[in-house]
C-alpha cells in the first residue's frame, strides 16, 4: 500500500507525541492508537500502518543482542551494557546468548549496527580477502 507524504507526517507526529525524555511510552502509544481508531480520520489506515512501522524500527534502535561464545560473568554483562549505553544511550534492552560457533570474542547489534568482535567473524573476513 502506498502512503501519502501526508500520512507520514502525521505518523511522525503521533509517535513524537509518545515520546517522553527520548524514550517510547507503551502507555501513550496504546492510547494514540485509540484515539485514532475512534476518530477515524481520513486515510487513517495508512497513518497507523506507518506508525506501526515506525514503532518497529524505535524498538529495534532500542534493543541490543548480545552474543558470546560463553555465558558472560555479571560484571563483564555490566560492563558491556555500560559501554553500549555510553554509544547508544539509555534505555536499551538487553539480551545475552552465548553462540558456541563464534568460538571467542563478543558479536554485538544494536538496532541495524553490528559490532563484531568474534573469532569467526575474523576468519570469515580473512577468507573473503583471498
Avoid: T
Avoid at 68 to 77: D, I, N, R, W
Avoid at 116 to 127: C, K
Amino acid at each position: 500500500m502506498k502512503i501519502s507524504k501526508q500520512a507520514r507526517r502525521e505518523a511522525k507526529e503521533l509517535l513524537r507525541s509518545c515520546l517522553v525524555n527520548g524514550l517510547l511510552d507503551e502507555n501513550r502509544a496504546r492510547q494514540a492508537v485509540r484515539i485514532v481508531i475512534e476518530k477515524k480520520p481520513r486515510g487513517y489506515l495508512a497513518v497507523l500502518s506507518h506508525f506501526q512501522r515506525l514503532l518497529k524500527l524505535d524498538l529495534d534502535r532500542r534493543s541490543a543482542r548480545v552474543e558470546s561464545a560463553l555465558p558472560l560473568a555479571p560484571a563483564m554483562q555490566a560492563g558491556v551494557q555500560a559501554n553500549l549505553e555510553k554509544l547508544h544511550g539509555a534505555g536499551l534492552n538487553f539480551v545475552f546468548h552465548p553462540n558456541p560457533a563464534l568460538i571467542g570474542g563478543l558479536r554485538i547489534q544494536v538496532g541495524s549496527d553490528v559490532y563484531d568482535g568474534s573469532i569467526q567473524g575474523r576468519l570469515a573476513a580473512l577468507e573473503q580477502s583471498f
